[in-house]
T-cell receptor
Framework: GAVVSQHPSWVICKSGTSVKIECRSL??????MFWYRQFPKQSLMLMAT?????????EQGVEKDKFLINHASLTLSTLTVTSAHPEDSSFYIC???????????????FGQGTRLTVV | GDSVTQMEGPVTLSEEAFLTINCTYT??????LFWYVQYPGEGLQLLLK?????DKGSNKGFEATYRKETTSFHLEKGSVQVSDSAVYFC????????????FGGGTRLMVKP
């Protein structure tokens, strides 16, 4: 299957700093990427939908000024956690689907996730 | 809104044991249902899916049946292997949502030799 690479796989940062997470589709073009967050023992929650060349669509309750999403190309989307605080510590995971019409057989491909710890 | 509930783990089994991981859902429409697996250090991979009621998805010895009457999509395997140790996620999604998925919390499976 197609490969989505997410980097870094884990990061520790100081409170107040910003962290950038990259999500790359390695062998296909992704017009749409999704960013999820998972707190311990909870579901993966959709944060935002990222469309190439346009502004991201954020889910209710997700601060767009805090979680900056850029999808500048068909193979790269980035999530920047700005002014990170300990409560932002979580597991962040991206997924991507290839360009073209979405059908029930169109699979979403996931990155391996990023474990963010803010100290 | 939609939601997915799956049994909390970890589930610890001996090799060749029978596996069931329960998953139930609530949905406002008629979603497709999925099981994803995440092996250590890797991304989520689609394990199997079912797109309508009474469909059975199967792959690598795993199977799950889309039960509309009980709003369930339980994952089963007759004989687990150590290599099946991973985290399993149940999810639902709609065709017109472009692969946006609603996930359960994940269940960690540990298979001992």
């Amino acid at each position: 299957g197609a490969v989505v690479s997410q980097h870094p796989s884990w990061v520790i940062c100081k409170s107040g700093t910003s962290v950038k997470i990259e999500c790359r589709s390695l062998d296909f073009q992704a017009t749409t990427m999704f960013w999820y967050r998972q707190f311990p023992k909870q579901s993966l929650m959709l944060m935002a939908t990222s469309n190439e060349g346009s502004k991201a669509t954020y889910e209710q309750g997700v601060e767009k000024d805090k979680f900056l999403i850029n999808h500048a190309s068909l193979t790269l989307s980035t999530l920047t956690v700005t002014s990170a605080h300990p409560e932002d510590s979580s597991f962040y995971i991206c997924s991507a689907r290839s360009s073209g019409r979405v059908t029930t057989n169109t699979e979403a491909f996931f990155g391996q996730g990023t474990r963010l710890t803010v100290v | 809104g939609d939601s997915v509930t799956q049994m909390e783990g970890p589930v610890t089994l001996s090799e060749e044991a029978f596996l069931t991981i329960n998953c139930t859902y609530t949905a406002t429409g008629y979603p497709s249902l999925f099981w994803y697996v995440q092996y250590p250090g890797e991304g989520l991979q689609l394990l199997l899916k079912a797109t309508k009621a009474d469909d059975k998805g199967s792959n690598k010895g795993f199977e799950a049946t889309y039960r509309k009457e009980t709003t369930s999509f339980h994952l089963e395997k007759g004989s687990v292997q150590v290599s099946d140790s991973a985290v399993y996620f149940c999810a639902l999604g709609y065709n017109n949502a472009g692969n946006m998925l609603t996930f359960g919390g994940g269940t960690r499976l540990m298979v001992k030799p």
